[in-house]
Each structure stands twice: as C-alpha cells, then as structure tokens.
C-alpha cells in the first residue's frame, strides 16, 4: 500500500532563515505531488504541484520554492522565512484525477 | 467568486441532530468530488467521494448535482465525535485539486 511520509511534525524558525522541508511517497511510482498550506482559521492553499522529476507548477508567487529531485521526494524550501510564512504545510499524493492522500503535516512557526 | 463555495459555519448542534452542508464550484468542467474531515492542526482525511447518484456511508450521505454545480453532505444522529471542519473538494481536471474553505461544526452533549 501507499504511504506519505512528512517531517518534521513541529518547527520553529527565525525570521530570515532558510527553510527545508521533506515529503517522500512510498509504493507507487511517478504520483502527483502537491504541497499545500493552511494559515490558522483558514481553508488549504495550493502552493507547488509537480507531475514528475524537475517539473514543478507554482500556484502562487511567493517566497518559497519547491524541488523534486527523485520520483517520490517533493522538497519545500526558502531561502528567507518571513512571518507571514508561518502556518501548516502539507504534503499530499495522488493518482490522476483521483482523491489527494495527505501526509501528516509540518506546523511552522516563525517568529 | 471562489472555485469552491463553503457554508462559513461554524454549526453548533445538539447529540442526535441531522446537519445538512453545502457546497458550489465554479468550474462545470470540474471532473470529481469528494468531503474531507479535519481535525484541528490534524491533516485532512477523505469522508466520502461523491457522485451523482448519491452515496450513503453509515450516518453519511453526499449527493451531487451537476446541472446546478451543487455538492452536499448530510450528517444523521449527530455525534460528538463528528465535531470537526469539514472541507468541500472538487477535482478541476487532471492536476489541480481545489479545496473550501471548510464549515466548522460543533456537536454538543
């Protein structure tokens, strides 16, 4: 079976610094790949999708850029972390056309 | 307007109740549907897909109608556990996943 795996769980970063986050997809090959965002109280923001290695598709200009170096690793970065970067980052998968599967989160904090 | 259309909520029911959301998108193209739950700083869990003939899981009914681009989810004998937010998406077409806003409902004893 397929599974998503997301980490960290918990961040807390300074205004300014770099950022590094890390999904990996597990039994399938070639997924859809999306990382999404949710500031507090609000609904999911689509950031970054990508439909294979090097393609990546950016929703929404912004400070933060995505990689997908291997098949199944999608790689959120930034060089620079503002506040308003603070919310919860999400990974998720998915077969074409189908439903999303979620990995399990990454709260990030900038202060 | 918003691709997709939430009720803000939030819901505030009593143990038992029947809640009713509702949904609308924007896209006519859009190709499939789906309820997600969330619970809070918890990622989003697929409740059910929803189809044009309607579909029924346990207390859980979802129901689409395509004509007025309408999506909706029917909760039965509300529980306390059913208190989460619950997300309204729609599959624009290959790639892009849409979601709502989300409707906070509340279920209390």
């Known amino acids: 079976s397929q599974t998503i795996h997301q980490w960290p769980a918990t961040l807390v970063q300074p205004v300014g610094s770099p950022l590094s986050l890390e999904c990996t997809v597990e039994?399938?090959?070639?997924?859809?790949l999306y990382w999404y965002r949710q500031a507090a109280g609000r609904g999911l923001q689509l950031l970054f999708y990508?439909?294979?290695?090097?393609?990546i598709s950016s929703e929404v200009p912004q400070n933060l850029s995505a990689s997908r170096p291997q098949d199944r690793q999608f790689i959120l970065s930034s060089k620079k972390l503002l506040l308003s970067d603070s919310g919860f980052y999400l990974c998720?998968?998915?077969?074409?056309?189908?439903?999303?599967?979620f990995g399990s989160g990454t709260q990030l904090s900038v202060l | 307007r918003k691709e997709v259309e939430q009720d803000p909520g939030p819901f505030n029911v009593p143990e038992g109740a029947t809640v009713a959301f509702n949904c609308t998108y924007s896209?006519?193209?859009?190709?499939?549907f789906f309820w997600y739950r969330q619970d809070c700083r918890k990622e989003p869990k697929l409740l059910m897909s929803?189809?044009?003939s309607g579909n029924e899981d346990g207390r859980f009914t979802a129901q689409l109608n395509r004509a007025s681009q309408y999506i909706s989810l029917l909760i039965r004998d509300s529980k306390l556990s059913d208190s989460a937010t619950y997300l309204c998406?729609?599959?624009?077409?290959?790639?892009?996943?849409?979601f709502g806003a989300g409707t906070r409902l509340f279920v209390k004893a």
């Open positions: 998720a998968w998915k077969p074409f056309n189908e439903k999303l599967f």
């Open positions: 039994g399938t090959s070639n997924p859809n």
């Open positions: 990508s439909v294979g290695i090097g393609q």
């Open positions: 896209n006519s193209a859009s190709q499939s």
């Open positions: 929803v189809y044009s």
């Open positions: 998406v729609v599959n624009t077409g290959g790639f892009k996943t849409i």
